[in-house]
C-alpha cells in the first residue's frame, strides 16, 4: 500500500547520512574530519511533506545518558489523511558514544495492524551486529548475524556523525552502514553551497548526496539529498527523496530548533 511505503522511506530520508566519524571515515581526497560543538542536547522537529501536504511529523531528540554515553531517539507519525488511509507511529532509539559508534538500536514499529519489534546489537570487540526482528502480532521472529567494521552505523546516529564532518563541495567519503540486513560502504558526496529559505528563516547549507538506494542499501530507486547549515552547528535543516512513480518526491523541513 503506498501509504506503508511512503512513511517508510520519510523514516529512510529522516535518519539516514550515513557518514562515520572521526579519523575512521574513509575519505577520497577529502578533509579530515574536524570537531564541533555536538554532542549536545537537543530537540528537532520537522514537517514531512508529499505532494504539497502535510503527511507527516518526525522529531529528533538527543540527550546524554553518561559520561560517553548518548541517547538519540526518532518519532515519526502519520498525520491527516493519511493517519485515515493508514496509519503509522514508529519509535527508534539508539544508544552510541559520543562520537556516535553504536551499541544499541531498537525500532518499535506500528504500521495499520503490522506490529513489529527490531533490536541491533553491534560488538566492536567482534566486529559484528545482531540483528533481531519480531513479529508481534504473528508472534514470529527473524535473526541475522552480520560482520561489520567497527563504528559501522546504523540509520540513526549516523545523522550525527554527518554533522563532525567538514567535506568541501566535490568532495566525498565512502562508509560502513548497516540497516541489520546487511553491511554496505554507502559513497556520499558534498554537492554544493546552497540558500534554503523555511519558514520565513534562510539558511546557507551545504547540500550532500547519500547513495544507499538502487540497491545498495535499499533495493527501490531514487535519491537522497541532504543539507546542513554551513556553521559551525551544521544543523539539518532539510532532506528530499526523489522517487519515480506512483512516489514521486518526499521533502522533510525543519519546523522548530528546541535546543537548550
Not at 12 to 22: D, I, K
Not at 228 to 253: A, H, S, Y
Request: hydrophobic residues 35%; contains cysteine.
Amino acid at each position: 500500500m503506498l501509504p506503508r511505503r511512503l512513511l517508510r522511506i520519510v523514516t529512510v530520508c529522516a535518519v539516514v547520512a550515513a557518514l562515520r566519524p572521526h579519523t575512521q571515515a574513509k575519505t577520497n581526497d577529502g578533509p579530515t574530519p574536524q570537531s564541533s560543538k555536538l554532542p549536545y542536547a537537543e530537540k528537532l522537529i520537522y514537517r514531512v511533506e508529499w505532494r504539497l501536504i502535510t503527511a507527516g511529523t518526525a522529531t529528533l531528540n538527543l540527550r546524554r545518558t553518561g559520561n560517553d554515553s548518548w541517547e538519540t531517539n526518532l518519532r515519526m507519525e502519520s498525520v491527516g489523511v493519511l493517519t485515515r488511509l493508514y496509519p503509522v507511529l514508529d519509535s527508534y532509539s539508539v544508544t552510541s558514544s559520543s562520537n556516535f559508534c553504536p551499541a544499541h538500536a531498537l525500532l518499535d514499529a506500528r504500521e495499520g495492524k503490522r506490529h513489529y519489534l527490531t533490536r541491533l546489537t553491534f560488538d566492536g570487540t567482534r566486529h559484528r551486529v545482531q540483528a533481531e526482528q519480531k513479529d508481534l502480532v504473528n508472534n514470529t521472529s527473524t535473526e541475522k548475524d552480520l560482520e561489520a567494521p567497527p563504528c559501522t552505523h546504523e540509520i540513526m546516529g549516523a545523522l550525527y556523525a554527518l554533522r563532525l564532518m567538514d567535506l568541501e563541495p566535490g568532495k566525498r567519503t565512502a562508509i560502513p552502514i548497516t540497516d541489520g540486513k546487511k553491511v554496505v560502504n554507502a559513497r556520499i558526496d558534498t554537492q554544493a553551497r546552497e540558500t534554503v529559505s523555511l519558514g520565513g528563516k534562510t539558511y546557507p547549507t551545504v547540500r550532500y548526496e547519500a547513495y544507499l538506494f538502487d540497491d545498495i542499501l535499499y533495493r527501490r530507486k531514487g535519491r537522497l539529498f541532504i543539507w546542513l547549515t554551513d556553521d559551525k552547528e551544521r544543523i539539518p535543516v532539510q532532506f528530499r527523496v526523489q522517487m519515480g512513480f506512483p512516489i514521486g518526491n518526499v521533502t522533510v523541513q525543519l519546523e522548530k530548533d528546541e535546543r537548550p
